[in-house]
């Protein structure tokens, strides 16, 4: 009698089931067992598994029996290594724009558009979305270039003008603070997104006037934030006026990054800062690079968090700003937050 050593097969791992199955058709085949009962008998199976795995020896051999280890491997992935260089390089450098076969962004269909002459082959948007996932990308909001905006120059402040700013202020024992000015008006839509049931938009009360403020604001990369807001026009004696209180409250010189707004640059404003060349000095960032400043960062959360459509006149609504910016200024770790965006980090000195 054949002896079985092993009992209870839904107890044994994989490895010792494909054993099992392979000396259950080995019995079989030698004849030392007779017919499917016996060798359930025998090997403490059910009599359905030994017929399922004799069939399935017979008509695919032995492999069939043995355990498969890993993930099941699917069809060979339609686009070569080669191909998908060609793809992925062509996405990095042109726009479907470009490339007349879509708009400025890469969306799933404008990716179809390019397989189907790159490699010949047709796929869906959704077999380009799980493609494309497969190998890292995610789709994300683009960010804002100004067609003007001149690379060299851009190079040229992050490689040398902003370390040697870093360097003088360093050795000068001098802080370093960025300027940027923004304005909030009433007729802008509410900020953020609301809960409302499928096919019904919510409505939020908001004043009909046209309300605005205007705010000029400093952060350093320490998280200190200087500010001021007015109603009145932006010029040079707001200007001078607000870099004369940042030097005085940082208590010592201050090197200013801004942009080249035509206030920044006019004359009085350079008669000023050449008469209080001990206190503040002045320096202008690439045109048409609003992204290189982190003080766009705070900004964007003053915006985010003070709801001017809300206010009933400007001067509820300037109360509501710089209730929000002195917040800001007792929340340091949230103004150094402002400097660690992968586009700014530059600008922590």
């Not at 070569?80 to 708009?103: K, Q, V, W």
Request: proline residues 6%.
């Amino acid at each position: 009698m054949y002896v079985v050593e092993v009992e209870g097969a839904h107890r044994l791992s994989p490895a010792e089931q494909e054993v099992l199955r392979l000396r259950v058709v080995a019995a079989l085949e030698s004849g030392q067992v007779e017919g499917y009962r016996q060798a359930a008998e025998v090997f403490g199976v059910s009599v359905r598994s030994v017929g399922t795995w004799w069939r399935a020896c017979q008509r695919n051999g032995r492999d069939s029996l043995v355990v498969r280890r890993g993930r099941r491997p699917g069809p060979a992935e339609l686009i070569s290594p080669e191909e998908r260089g060609t793809l992925f390089a062509a996405m990095a450098d042109y726009t479907p724009e470009e490339l007349l076969i879509g708009g400025p962004l890469w969306t799933r269909q404008a990716v179809v558009e390019l397989i189907r002459p790159v490699v010949g082959a047709d796929m869906t948007e959704q077999g380009v979305g799980l493609w494309l996932r497969r190998h890292g990308f995610t789709p994300r909001r683009p960010a804002r270039r100004a067609y003007e905006q001149q690379p060299a120059a851009v190079r040229a402040w992050l490689d040398e003008d902003c370390p040697a700013i870093e360097a003088r202020a360093k050795a000068e024992g001098a802080a370093v603070a960025w300027v940027d000015q923004c304005g909030l008006r009433s007729d802008a839509a509410p900020p953020g997104r609301s809960w409302a049931p499928k096919g019904r938009t919510p409505i939020v009360r908001v004043t009909g006037k046209r309300l605005r403020v205007n705010v000029m604001s400093a952060v350093a990369p320490r998280g200190a934030l200087w500010f001021t807001v007015f109603t009145e026009r932006f010029t040079a004696t707001v200007f001078t006026a607000f870099l004369d209180r940042v030097a005085r409250q940082a208590g010592r010189k201050v090197h200013v990054i801004a942009d080249r707004h035509p206030v920044h640059r006019s004359k009085a404003v350079r008669a000023w800062l050449q008469a209080n060349a001990d206190r503040v000095e002045l320096h202008l960032m690439p045109g048409y690079s609003p992204e290189l400043n982190p003080d766009e960062l705070l900004n964007a959360d003053l915006k985010r968090n003070v709801n001017a459509s809300r206010a009933h006149n400007a001067d509820r609504l300037a109360h509501e700003t710089r209730r929000f910016l002195r917040r800001r200024q007792r929340q340091p770790h949230i103004v150094r937050g402002c400097f660690r965006a992968q586009h700014v980090r530059y600008a922590i000195m």
